[in-house]
């Protein structure tokens, strides 16, 4: 048979498409009968290896969550804090100015909720959520739109939306016991899938060499080269298209074939 295998090392990849593309080389092996590709004792610690980049990159997708859930949250107190102390201001104009009124209706409905910010984050979260309730009864709305200061009740609430949000799926993200987390380094499992895939590469490559195309497997070795060398040149064009390549031959991405040399998460890995 001449059809071989070809396989990109991915290093400029970042750690959450090299692993999407380490996923799909593996779906693809997994949908085969490693008997027919007499893989069976290397797919194993490939597989591991998958497993062990998606720890990695959800621990670092949590460590990014926190920082930005960190940022959201000194957003909203700073909307909270400009709009809670300019109430407290106006509440103290004089009972003949026009803006009185509204000013001591809005201040009355929030001043319960002064310093929330200082809170513990759940805790400002669930006062929060009862203030923003509070400015948006119909008589304290219509005070605060008289104030010209609705537009930051608006971002306050826009802002405290997407700080729920992101901190739900953080947490849900933190679901996993910590003892599953990764103990390997990127780079020493960016080597790992490499190496233990070129192991896969090789064998398979040299099963299809030794295969004849009357041979009972030859059609099914074949569908296997043809579709993993298809996962291999869509991510070919996406490395291209990273580094701004015209050239897709000349790629320095190109892992000649066996060649034993160092390299919004799936979840279809069991």
């Not at 990159?57 to 400009?82: C, G, M, N, P």
């Not at 933190?174 to 070129?198: C, I, W």
């Not at 041979?215 to 701004?244: C, H, V």
């Amino acid at each position: 048979m001449d059809k071989q295998l070809t396989v990109l090392a991915g290093s400029k990849l970042t750690n959450g498409s090299l692993l999407e593309m380490h996923v799909r080389y593996l779906e693809c092996i997994l949908d085969t009968d490693a008997s027919v590709l007499k893989i069976e004792s290397l797919v194993p610690a490939y597989k591991a290896a998958v497993l062990e980049m998606r720890k990695i990159v959800k621990a670092r997708k949590i460590f990014d969550e926190t920082s930005k859930i960190q940022e959201l949250d000194f957003t909203r107190d700073l909307y909270w804090k400009v709009l809670f102390y300019a109430l407290a201001q106006l509440s103290k104009l004089p009972a003949t100015d026009t803006l009185c009124e509204d000013a001591q209706k809005a201040y009355n409905a929030l001043k319960q909720y002064e310093g929330l910010q200082d809170l513990d984050q759940t805790n400002e979260t669930r006062n929060l959520e009862e203030a923003i309730n509070d400015a948006t009864q119909e008589k304290v709305l219509k005070s605060l739109q008289n104030l010209g200061l609705e537009t930051f009740l608006n971002r306050l609430i826009l802002v405290n939306h997407d700080y729920r949000l992101l901190y739900k799926s953080r947490e849900e993200e933190r679901g996993y016991r910590l003892d599953e987390k990764g103990t390997a380094t990127a780079p020493e499992t960016r080597q790992n899938l490499k190496t233990t895939l070129a192991a896969i590469v090789r064998r398979v490559n040299a099963v299809a060499e030794m295969t004849d195309d009357t041979d009972e497997n030859a059609q099914a070795i074949s569908d296997f080269i043809i579709k993993f060398n298809g996962i291999t040149e869509q991510y070919r064009l996406i490395i291209a298209q990273l580094t701004g390549s015209k050239n897709r031959n000349s790629s320095s991405e190109d892992e000649p074939a066996g060649e034993d040399t160092p390299s919004q998460m799936p979840e279809t890995i069991e």
